[in-house]
């Protein structure tokens, strides 16, 4: 089982729509990732956000705008897709701290645009 | 961060030693060796992670060579479950932050 939890797991939305993914940890950590993987590829990464704060944004397109709401949420923000966004979105977390922290992982949402 | 390369694909009994390679000739003084699966469905797993010395955890064992130029991770007894997708990734030791996955290899565990 997972320690970082997303939501939905799946999610069909038309590109006129609005909606949010979700990604929740309690963990302690300080650092969270948006990741997008597309079929048969390697995840890429999108935003990270560090204490709070966003500290990476992978020239990601404004249709998608992640929030940091706090130190155990994370959300990213989805509005006027395009087919080509359909993927699995991955978040991660990882602790504070010197040295290399292993990013933990939750499942992702599958996301499909229409 | 320093590419690495890796095969597409390999198989192996299960109960026997998996033996995944990477080379990463271009790895700097200051990088580490890093992997992750990813098993069907499910999100990027770590494994270990190594500068120059061997390592060894509850998961796996990693070796990598006196010039660092390539590694190998060995999983000591296959098991069905151990079927998923390996990347091997190469970056400093410091910060939290960026994580650039390669191609990586799939592993089937053959019963």
């Known amino acids: 089982d997972t320690e970082v939890t997303q939501t939905p797991k799946h999610l069909v939305m038309g590109m006129t729509n609005k909606k949010s993914l979700k990604c929740e940890q309690h963990?302690?950590?300080?650092?969270m990732y948006w990741y997008k993987q597309k079929a048969k590829k390697p995840p890429e990464l999108m935003f990270v956000y560090s204490y709070e704060k966003l500290s990476i944004n992978e020239s990601v397109p404004s249709r998608f705008s992640p929030e940091c709401p706090n130190s155990s949420l994370l959300n990213l923000h989805l509005h006027a897709l395009q087919p080509e966004d359909s993927a699995l979105y991955l978040c991660?977390?990882?602790?504070?701290?010197?040295?290399?922290?292993?990013?933990?992982f939750g499942d992702g949402t599958r996301l499909s645009i229409l | 961060d320093a590419k690495t390369t890796q095969p597409t694909s390999m198989d192996c009994a299960e109960g026997r030693a998996a033996n995944l390679p990477c080379n990463h000739s271009t790895i700097s003084g200051n990088e580490y060796v890093y992997w992750y699966r990813q098993i069907h469905s499910q999100g990027p797993q770590y494994i270990i992670h190594?500068?120059?010395n061997n390592e060894t955890n509850e998961m796996a064992s990693l070796i990598i060579t006196e010039d660092r130029k390539s590694s190998t991770l060995i999983l000591p007894h296959a098991t069905l479950r151990d079927t998923a997708v390996y990347y091997c990734i190469v970056r400093p030791n410091f910060g939290n932050e960026k994580l650039t996955f390669g191609t990586g290899t799939r592993l089937t565990i053959i019963p």
């Open positions: 991660a977390s990882s602790a504070p701290g010197q040295g290399y922290q292993p990013q933990h």
């Open positions: 963990m302690g950590h300080r650092a």
């Open positions: 190594g500068l120059k």
